[in-house]
Structures are given as structure tokens and as C-alpha cells.
């Protein structure tokens, strides 16, 4: 509850600067400009993804970021068309991989995986017995 009403506290403190230097119309502009960027980006989120998914491939990535970094960019776009200029700002940043990625460090748990069979602490061994 408290995280939210800072975040309330943040965004009409920003919203009301912004509303100050560029009139209410500048406001009612950026609120629309932002809305069907919001929604262009949401309908081009599955180019994104599978350029993530290459990445993956590739080995660039790995899987925790890969779901990190759509996720992210699904959320910032969904800011985007929630009127509020400190929320667009934040649905921006989302936008960004780099940014992505630095948010699902600090939310999202990271799992310990080897990624090949080589780095397993698991050795396969055959045991033969010779009889006498």
C-alpha cells in the first residue's frame, strides 16, 4: 500500500510539472501519442520475441532473460497506454533489453542450470569386474 501511494505521490507530482510547462492540450497529446504507441508496440511484440528467441539460440540469452525481457516489454507497453507521464516514462525504460534484463535481476529469482552436460558435476562411468 505504501509502494503505491508513492507511486500515486510520483506520478501527479510529474504528471503536474509536465501539465505546467507544456498546457493541458500538450498533456492530452501526450497521452494519446503514448496510447497508440503503447498499442503499436503490443501488436510488434512477437517480431521482438522472435528476435529474443534467436538470441537464445545463439546462446546470447538465456532462457530466465528471455522470459524476463518479454515480459518487460509487455508490461512497458501496457504503461504506455495507462495515462500518466511518470508511467510512460517507466513503459519506455521497459522497452529497452538492457533495462529488461536489470529488473528481472532484481525481481525474478535466477535457477542454477548447466548449460551443457559438461559443466554437470554427474560423471557416467561402467564398471567391469574381472573374474579369476
Given amino acids: 500500500m505504501i509502494y503505491f501511494l508513492g507511486y500515486l505521490f510520483v506520478e501527479i507530482f510529474v504528471s503536474y510539472e509536465f501539465t505546467k510547462s507544456f498546457t493541458p492540450f500538450g498533456m ?5 501519442a503514448t496510447a497508440v ?3 503499436v508496440l503490443l501488436k510488434n511484440l512477437n517480431m521482438s520475441l522472435s528476435e529474443n528467441m534467436m538470441r537464445v539460440m545463439r546462446r546470447e540469452i538465456s532462457q530466465e532473460e528471455f522470459i524476463s525481457i518479454g ?3 509487455f508490461v512497458g507497453a501496457i504503461m504506455l497506454i495507462i495515462p500518466g507521464v511518470f508511467t ?9 533489453d538492457e533495462f529488461g534484463a536489470l529488473m528481472a535481476k532484481k525481481f525474478i529469482p535466477k535457477r542454477d542450470i548447466p ?3 559438461y559443466e554437470s ?3 557416467d562411468v561402467e564398471i567391469i569386474e574381472d573374474k579369476k
Fill in 37 to 39: 504507441l503503447g498499442v
Fill in 28 to 32: 492530452f497529446l501526450e497521452i494519446i
Fill in 71 to 73: 515480459l518487460f516489454k
Fill in 121 to 123: 558435476d554427474i560423471i
Fill in 88 to 96: 510512460d516514462i517507466l513503459g519506455l525504460l521497459m522497452m529497452f
Fill in 115 to 117: 548449460k551443457n552436460n
